[in-house]
């Protein structure tokens, strides 16, 4: 690697790995345990609580793959590359 920018490119990388797993595991019981076992459609509904303006809809895995992926990246990607950076810092033990 080349430059720190490198390394929090690396650490990103991981993290998104780590969020597309939860994903992956969660997709995966979906289809095997819910529409295995029990069918219904391949189309998902995402409404705002008490306002119709903010909900859509996405219809099969991938699309709702790509959503549930979004809204974790969104939601967890930064605090986890701050925390897997400051950890490396410290394995290093350096100062910042």
Same mark, same amino acid.
């Given at each position: 690697?080349?430059?720190? !920018?490198?390394?929090? /490119?690396?650490?990103?990388?991981?993290?998104? *790995?780590? &969020?597309?797993? %939860?994903? $992956?595991?969660?997709?995966?019981?979906?289809?095997?345990?819910?529409?295995?076992?029990?069918?219904?459609?391949?189309?998902?509904?995402?409404?705002?609580? !008490?306002?119709?303006? /903010?909900?859509?809809?996405?219809?099969?895995? *991938?699309? &709702?793959?790509? %959503?549930? $992926?979004?809204?974790?990246?969104?939601?967890?990607?930064?605090?986890?590359?701050?925390?897997?950076?400051?950890?490396?810092?410290?394995?290093?033990?350096?100062?910042?």
């Amino acid at each position: 690697m080349k430059d720190t !920018n490198a390394i929090e /490119n690396a650490i990103r990388s991981k993290c998104k *790995q780590e &969020l597309n797993s %939860v994903v $992956n595991n969660f997709i995966n019981e979906l289809e095997t345990k819910v529409r295995g076992e029990y069918g219904g459609v391949n189309y998902y509904d995402f409404n705002a609580p !008490n306002n119709k303006k /903010n909900s859509f809809h996405v219809m099969g895995m *991938q699309q &709702l793959t790509g %959503v549930l $992926n979004t809204m974790l990246y969104n939601a967890h990607l930064e605090s986890m590359v701050e925390l897997k950076s400051r950890e490396l810092v410290a394995k290093l033990k350096l100062e910042i």
